[in-house]
Protein backbone atom coordinates (compact mmCIF):
# COMPACT_ATOMS: atom_id res chain seq x y z
CA UNK A 1 0.00 0.00 0.00
CA UNK A 2 1.37 3.58 -0.73
CA UNK A 3 1.46 6.11 2.19
CA UNK A 4 -0.63 8.74 2.40
CA UNK A 5 0.64 10.74 5.79
CA UNK A 6 -0.98 14.20 4.58
CA UNK A 7 -4.37 12.72 3.61
CA UNK A 8 -7.26 13.87 5.57
CA UNK A 9 -10.45 12.92 4.56
CA UNK A 10 -13.65 14.06 6.69
CA UNK A 11 -17.34 12.64 6.62
CA UNK A 12 -19.93 14.59 7.45
CA UNK A 13 -23.60 14.32 6.83
CA UNK A 14 -24.40 18.48 7.92
CA UNK A 15 -23.27 20.80 4.75
CA UNK A 16 -22.61 23.19 7.34
CA UNK A 17 -19.55 21.03 8.87
CA UNK A 18 -18.43 19.78 5.09
CA UNK A 19 -18.12 23.95 4.19
CA UNK A 20 -16.19 24.23 7.60
CA UNK A 21 -13.88 21.31 6.91
CA UNK A 22 -13.42 22.94 3.27
CA UNK A 23 -12.17 25.89 5.51
CA UNK A 24 -10.18 24.42 8.04
CA UNK A 25 -8.27 21.28 7.40
CA UNK A 26 -4.89 21.30 5.80
CA UNK A 27 -4.49 20.29 2.03
CA UNK A 28 -4.54 17.52 1.09
CA UNK A 29 -8.23 16.67 1.89
CA UNK A 30 -11.33 15.18 0.40
CA UNK A 31 -14.59 15.91 1.94
CA UNK A 32 -17.99 12.93 1.40
CA UNK A 33 -20.99 12.11 3.02
CA UNK A 34 -20.81 8.63 3.27
CA UNK A 35 -18.51 6.64 5.60
CA UNK A 36 -18.11 3.67 3.41
CA UNK A 37 -17.44 5.25 0.65
CA UNK A 38 -14.94 6.85 2.26
CA UNK A 39 -13.23 3.61 3.22
CA UNK A 40 -13.43 1.79 -0.14
CA UNK A 41 -11.80 5.26 -1.63
CA UNK A 42 -8.67 4.36 0.72
CA UNK A 43 -8.77 0.74 0.55
CA UNK A 44 -8.98 0.77 -3.53
CA UNK A 45 -5.98 3.53 -3.81
CA UNK A 46 -3.83 1.98 -0.97
CA UNK A 47 -3.93 5.05 1.42
CA UNK A 48 -2.01 3.63 4.53
CA UNK A 49 -1.60 6.63 7.08
CA UNK A 50 -4.63 8.96 5.64
CA UNK A 51 -6.45 10.64 8.67
CA UNK A 52 -10.13 9.73 8.38
CA UNK A 53 -12.54 12.10 10.52
CA UNK A 54 -16.03 11.15 11.39
CA UNK A 55 -18.27 13.89 11.90
CA UNK A 56 -21.28 13.46 14.48
CA UNK A 57 -24.18 12.62 13.92
CA UNK A 58 -23.85 10.05 11.48
CA UNK A 59 -26.49 8.43 9.95
CA UNK A 60 -26.30 4.32 11.00
CA UNK A 61 -23.30 4.74 12.03
CA UNK A 62 -21.09 1.30 13.54
CA UNK A 63 -18.21 2.86 15.33
CA UNK A 64 -16.98 -0.15 16.40
CA UNK A 65 -17.02 -1.64 12.49
CA UNK A 66 -15.76 1.63 11.22
CA UNK A 67 -12.46 1.53 13.68
CA UNK A 68 -11.62 -2.17 13.09
CA UNK A 69 -11.49 -1.01 9.44
CA UNK A 70 -9.34 1.66 9.95
CA UNK A 71 -6.93 0.08 11.87
CA UNK A 72 -6.80 -2.86 9.11
CA UNK A 73 -6.65 -0.05 6.84
CA UNK A 74 -3.82 1.76 9.03
CA UNK A 75 -5.87 4.87 9.07
CA UNK A 76 -5.75 7.19 11.65
CA UNK A 77 -9.45 7.82 12.61
CA UNK A 78 -10.75 10.71 14.62
CA UNK A 79 -14.32 11.27 15.90
CA UNK A 80 -15.56 14.85 16.26
CA UNK A 81 -18.18 15.51 18.39
CA UNK A 82 -19.19 12.98 20.96
CA UNK A 83 -18.62 11.97 24.38
CA UNK A 84 -15.04 10.59 24.59
CA UNK A 85 -14.32 7.12 24.14
CA UNK A 86 -11.23 5.58 25.89
CA UNK A 87 -10.51 3.10 22.39
CA UNK A 88 -10.57 6.31 19.89
CA UNK A 89 -9.35 9.88 19.48
CA UNK A 90 -12.12 12.48 20.62
CA UNK A 91 -12.13 16.03 18.77
CA UNK A 92 -14.61 18.19 20.65
CA UNK A 93 -15.18 20.43 17.55
CA UNK A 94 -13.41 20.39 13.61
CA UNK A 95 -11.47 23.49 14.79
CA UNK A 96 -9.16 20.61 17.43
CA UNK A 97 -9.43 18.26 14.88
CA UNK A 98 -7.65 20.60 12.18
CA UNK A 99 -5.26 21.59 14.91
CA UNK A 100 -4.41 17.44 14.99
CA UNK A 101 -4.47 16.92 11.32
CA UNK A 102 -1.29 19.50 10.85
CA UNK A 103 0.74 18.21 13.32
CA UNK A 104 2.39 15.11 13.35
CA UNK A 105 2.10 14.62 17.00
CA UNK A 106 -0.06 11.07 16.77
CA UNK A 107 2.54 9.74 14.84
CA UNK A 108 5.56 7.55 16.70
CA UNK A 109 8.66 10.13 16.67
CA UNK A 110 11.02 9.19 14.52
CA UNK A 111 13.76 7.20 15.38
CA UNK A 112 16.38 10.67 15.20
CA UNK A 113 13.72 12.29 17.51
CA UNK A 114 15.80 13.91 20.46
CA UNK A 115 14.37 15.29 23.67
CA UNK A 116 15.87 18.47 24.67
CA UNK A 117 18.67 18.41 26.62
CA UNK A 118 18.71 19.93 30.33
CA UNK A 119 21.76 22.39 31.14
CA UNK A 120 24.92 20.56 33.14
CA UNK A 121 23.64 22.12 36.30
CA UNK A 122 19.60 21.92 37.64
CA UNK A 123 19.69 25.92 37.88
CA UNK A 124 18.77 26.94 34.22
CA UNK A 125 17.10 25.50 30.72
CA UNK A 126 16.45 26.56 27.18
CA UNK A 127 12.97 28.29 28.19
CA UNK A 128 14.75 30.91 30.65
CA UNK A 129 13.82 29.50 33.76
CA UNK A 130 15.81 29.44 36.63
CA UNK A 131 15.51 27.43 39.61
CA UNK A 132 15.49 23.45 40.92
CA UNK A 133 14.33 20.85 38.49
CA UNK A 134 10.89 19.45 38.37
CA UNK A 135 9.56 16.31 36.69
CA UNK A 136 5.94 15.80 36.97
CA UNK A 137 4.43 12.09 36.06
CA UNK A 138 0.42 11.54 35.82
CA UNK A 139 -1.39 7.94 35.35
CA UNK A 140 -4.13 5.97 35.71
CA UNK A 141 -5.44 2.63 34.71
CA UNK A 142 -2.01 0.74 33.32
CA UNK A 143 0.47 3.48 35.08
CA UNK A 144 2.04 1.14 37.67
CA UNK A 145 3.20 -1.07 35.01
CA UNK A 146 4.42 1.40 33.01
CA UNK A 147 6.00 2.92 36.05
CA UNK A 148 7.78 0.08 36.97
CA UNK A 149 9.73 0.41 34.01
CA UNK A 150 10.11 4.25 33.65
CA UNK A 151 11.47 4.53 37.50
CA UNK A 152 13.64 1.36 37.19
CA UNK A 153 17.27 2.25 37.88
CA UNK A 154 16.50 5.82 37.65
CA UNK A 155 18.49 8.90 39.62
CA UNK A 156 16.88 11.69 39.18
CA UNK A 157 18.91 15.35 39.01
CA UNK A 158 15.55 17.36 40.39
CA UNK A 159 12.49 16.32 41.99
CA UNK A 160 9.73 14.24 40.57
CA UNK A 161 6.51 14.00 42.03
CA UNK A 162 4.36 11.43 40.84
CA UNK A 163 0.24 11.20 40.87
CA UNK A 164 -1.58 7.92 40.14
CA UNK A 165 -5.04 7.23 40.06
CA UNK A 166 -5.49 4.57 42.93
CA UNK A 167 -8.06 3.20 45.15
CA UNK A 168 -8.07 3.81 48.98
CA UNK A 169 -5.64 2.06 51.32
CA UNK A 170 -3.33 1.16 48.08
CA UNK A 171 -1.24 4.47 48.65
CA UNK A 172 1.07 3.11 50.65
CA UNK A 173 1.94 -0.11 49.12
CA UNK A 174 2.41 1.84 45.80
CA UNK A 175 4.89 4.20 47.15
CA UNK A 176 6.89 1.03 49.11
CA UNK A 177 7.10 -0.94 46.26
CA UNK A 178 8.08 1.68 43.75
CA UNK A 179 10.96 2.68 46.25
CA UNK A 180 12.27 -0.77 44.95
CA UNK A 181 12.45 -0.07 42.02
CA UNK A 182 15.21 2.71 41.91
CA UNK A 183 18.20 4.07 44.31
CA UNK A 184 16.84 7.00 45.10
CA UNK A 185 14.26 8.37 47.77
CA UNK A 186 10.35 7.95 47.51
CA UNK A 187 8.45 8.66 50.09
CA UNK A 188 4.68 9.65 50.13
CA UNK A 189 4.15 13.86 49.22
CA UNK A 190 3.22 15.86 52.98
CA UNK A 191 2.11 18.66 53.10
CA UNK A 192 5.11 21.66 53.46
CA UNK A 193 7.16 19.20 52.55
CA UNK A 194 10.16 21.18 50.83
CA UNK A 195 10.86 19.44 47.17
CA UNK A 196 14.47 18.36 47.37
CA UNK A 197 16.85 17.06 44.00
CA UNK A 198 17.22 13.23 43.88
CA UNK A 199 13.61 12.55 45.21
CA UNK A 200 10.16 10.93 44.33
CA UNK A 201 6.54 12.05 46.11
CA UNK A 202 4.10 10.09 45.36
CA UNK A 203 0.38 11.47 46.23
CA UNK A 204 -0.72 9.66 48.67
CA UNK A 205 -4.58 7.76 48.15
CA UNK A 206 -7.26 10.23 49.00
CA UNK A 207 -5.77 13.23 48.04
CA UNK A 208 -4.70 15.90 45.95
CA UNK A 209 -0.76 17.29 45.87
CA UNK A 210 0.21 19.93 44.29
CA UNK A 211 3.28 22.04 43.68
CA UNK A 212 3.56 25.47 45.66
CA UNK A 213 6.85 27.59 46.40
CA UNK A 214 9.22 24.84 46.15
CA UNK A 215 6.94 22.47 48.88
CA UNK A 216 4.40 20.30 48.34
CA UNK A 217 0.64 20.86 49.26
CA UNK A 218 -1.33 18.33 49.98
CA UNK A 219 -5.22 18.05 50.53
CA UNK A 220 -7.73 16.04 51.46
CA UNK A 221 -10.52 14.94 48.29
CA UNK A 222 -13.56 14.03 47.80
CA UNK A 223 -13.97 10.15 47.11
CA UNK A 224 -16.36 9.10 44.57
CA UNK A 225 -16.66 12.51 43.50
CA UNK A 226 -13.62 13.49 41.50
CA UNK A 227 -10.31 11.91 40.55
CA UNK A 228 -7.80 11.22 43.40
CA UNK A 229 -5.02 13.00 43.19
CA UNK A 230 -6.14 15.10 40.33
CA UNK A 231 -3.00 15.25 37.51
CA UNK A 232 -4.78 18.51 36.40
CA UNK A 233 -4.68 20.01 39.78
CA UNK A 234 -0.88 18.83 40.46
CA UNK A 235 0.43 19.96 36.02
CA UNK A 236 -1.76 23.42 36.71
CA UNK A 237 -0.39 24.21 39.87
CA UNK A 238 3.89 23.90 38.45
CA UNK A 239 2.46 26.15 35.97
CA UNK A 240 4.74 28.93 37.96
CA UNK A 241 7.38 27.19 39.07
CA UNK A 242 10.36 29.12 38.89
CA UNK A 243 13.00 25.91 37.43
CA UNK A 244 12.98 23.76 34.38
CA UNK A 245 9.65 21.91 34.40
CA UNK A 246 9.20 18.18 32.33
CA UNK A 247 5.56 16.97 32.44
CA UNK A 248 4.33 13.29 31.55
CA UNK A 249 1.14 11.91 30.48
CA UNK A 250 0.53 8.37 30.68
CA UNK A 251 -1.97 5.76 30.52
CA UNK A 252 -5.73 6.11 31.75
CA UNK A 253 -9.41 6.41 31.23
CA UNK A 254 -10.99 9.98 31.12
CA UNK A 255 -9.34 13.08 30.34
CA UNK A 256 -7.74 13.77 33.67
CA UNK A 257 -4.44 16.09 33.32
CA UNK A 258 -5.11 17.13 29.68
CA UNK A 259 -5.95 20.63 30.70
CA UNK A 260 -3.50 20.62 33.15
CA UNK A 261 -0.77 19.59 30.69
CA UNK A 262 -2.05 21.99 28.25
CA UNK A 263 -1.58 24.99 30.50
CA UNK A 264 2.08 23.74 31.47
CA UNK A 265 2.87 23.73 27.81
CA UNK A 266 1.90 27.18 27.11
CA UNK A 267 4.08 27.88 30.05
CA UNK A 268 6.74 26.99 28.52
CA UNK A 269 7.49 23.47 29.96
CA UNK A 270 8.34 20.17 28.24
CA UNK A 271 5.31 18.46 27.72
CA UNK A 272 5.14 14.26 27.00
CA UNK A 273 2.65 12.67 26.15
CA UNK A 274 2.49 8.76 25.95
CA UNK A 275 1.61 7.46 22.66
CA UNK A 276 -1.67 6.42 22.72
CA UNK A 277 -1.32 3.07 20.51
CA UNK A 278 1.25 1.84 23.26
CA UNK A 279 -1.47 2.67 25.90
CA UNK A 280 -3.13 0.22 28.26
CA UNK A 281 -5.76 2.81 27.87
CA UNK A 282 -5.45 5.11 25.66
CA UNK A 283 -7.92 8.17 26.63
CA UNK A 284 -5.50 10.43 28.68
CA UNK A 285 -3.30 10.47 25.88
CA UNK A 286 -5.85 11.33 23.39
CA UNK A 287 -7.46 13.89 24.93
CA UNK A 288 -4.64 15.67 25.79
CA UNK A 289 -3.61 15.34 22.20
CA UNK A 290 -6.68 17.00 21.31
CA UNK A 291 -5.58 19.57 23.11
CA UNK A 292 -2.12 20.47 22.74
CA UNK A 293 0.70 19.38 20.31
CA UNK A 294 3.25 18.53 23.19
CA UNK A 295 6.85 18.18 23.33
CA UNK A 296 6.82 14.68 22.13
CA UNK A 297 4.64 11.62 21.63
CA UNK A 298 6.77 8.59 22.89
CA UNK A 299 6.30 5.45 23.82
CA UNK A 300 7.47 3.56 26.88
CA UNK A 301 11.41 3.28 25.83
CA UNK A 302 11.54 6.60 24.55
CA UNK A 303 9.72 8.15 27.56
CA UNK A 304 12.02 5.74 29.50
CA UNK A 305 15.19 7.83 27.72
CA UNK A 306 13.61 11.08 27.66
CA UNK A 307 13.20 11.11 31.57
CA UNK A 308 17.02 9.52 32.43
CA UNK A 309 17.97 13.01 30.34
CA UNK A 310 15.58 15.47 31.76
CA UNK A 311 14.69 14.06 34.69
Known amino acids: MKGAPGLTVLVAADPQQRL ?3 RLLPAPRLLT ?4 GALAYLRREGLRGATLLLALPLPDLDLGWVRAQARGLGLRLIVV ?3 PRPDMLVAP ?3 AAAALCRGSVIAAPAAGWAAPTPAPDAGGAGDGRSGPRLTLIGASTGGPRLLSSLLRDLTPAGAVVIAQ ?3 AGFGANLTQWLGTLTGAPVS ?3 DGLLLQGGHFYVAPDGHHVEVTRGALRVRPGRAGQEHLPSIDALFGSACSHRGPVTAALLTGMGSDGAEGLARLHRSGATTLVQRPDSATVPSMPQ ?3 VRLNP ?3 LGPAELRDTLRRLA
Open 287 to 289: QAL
Open 165 to 167: HIS
Open 188 to 190: AAR
Open 20 to 22: EGA
Open 93 to 95: DLA
Open 81 to 83: GGT
Open 33 to 36: VSVA
Open 295 to 297: TGV
